[in-house]
């Protein structure tokens, strides 16, 4: 099985090498079959121009070691083959400098500085990157699924991101509603979405924003419950297929930006930098 990325989207091929070059002309009118791809030039990844960044205006991101709302982008920005910095915030005194320089419009974390803007709020910024590298479909109804697709697996993200800050007690009844609402509401819709569209992402052929978040947020309930696909055939494929995506493949390797699951250590971080008690 390989790989294809045309204007940034991943086409999955049985297989096959990945395409270096794709004129314009094909990239409109070719029908992505195997017999018509083997036709392509064909090269390494490493002749892949947007595998190519340079160092110059690598996109930097503000914020702790750890996961937190960062980890989304980092995710994001890994799957698009996107190289990028990282400013880790340990002191106060860093958050006061950003603060009086005036780069936090709401005083907050994360932020990015990417094209000349300093972008905060985690949303925007995945808007933002999904749009540059062709992450978001391609019209209004496609981002429209994208974004119902996206918000799911926020919240389910969002109830597995809090647990390690809680009480043994309380952590009990949070893994008990991480299992509830992962298998119950969350997953049986992403299993529909495979098995309705017959085809190997969530937006058909596209691989999508909707794909990376689903992805990250599957691993995440699995550090918490392994077996918690074991009732989802079609996820467990979508898990071994996105991780198998080159770039996904290589954020997933041991020494890359992927950070550790959250621990007290990056709790006592934030609360110095924000000055909680």
């Known amino acids: 099985m390989g790989f294809a990325r045309v204007n940034h989207l991943w086409v999955e091929f049985q297989d096959l090498t990945v395409p270096a070059k794709v004129s314009c002309a094909a990239r409109e009118k070719i029908a992505w079959t195997s017999d018509q791809v083997s036709d392509l030039e064909l090269s390494s990844e490493k002749n892949i121009p947007y595998l190519n960044r340079t160092m110059a205006g690598k996109p930097k991101l503000y914020y702790f070691n750890g996961r937190g709302r960062m980890e989304p982008v980092r995710w994001l920005l890994a799957a698009a083959g996107v190289e990028f910095e990282e400013v880790f915030l340990e002191t106060r005194e860093q958050y006061e400098k950003l603060l009086k320089d005036g780069f936090l419009l709401f005083q907050q974390v994360p932020m990015v500085e990417i094209d000349g803007m300093k972008l905060v709020q985690t949303r925007a910024i995945l808007s933002y990157i999904a749009a540059k590298y062709n992450l978001y479909g391609r019209d209004l109804k496609e981002r429209a699924l994208i974004d119902m697709y996206v918000e799911g697996t926020t919240d389910l993200m969002t109830i597995i991101r809090v647990h390690f800050k809680l009480t043994p007690e309380e952590k009990e009844k949070n893994l008990n509603l991480i299992i509830e609402r992962a298998t119950k509401r969350y997953f049986p819709v992403y299993e529909k979405i495979l ?65 550790p699951p959250p621990d007290e250590k990056f709790l006592a971080t934030a609360n110095r930098v924000f000055n909680r008690k």
Do not use: Y
């Not at 052929?205 to 918690?228: C, G, H, R, S, Y």
């Not at 009732?231 to 770039?247: E, G, M, S």
């Open 195 to 259: 098995k309705d569209n017959g085809q190997h992402f969530l937006l058909g052929n596209q691989f999508t924003w909707a794909d990376v978040q689903l992805i990250e947020a599957i691993l995440m309930a699995e550090e918490k419950e392994p077996t918690i696909l074991s009732q989802f055939p079609l996820l467990q494929a979508f898990k071994a297929r996105i991780c198998d995506v080159p770039t996904i493949k290589k954020f997933l390797q041991p020494g890359s930006q992927r950070k």
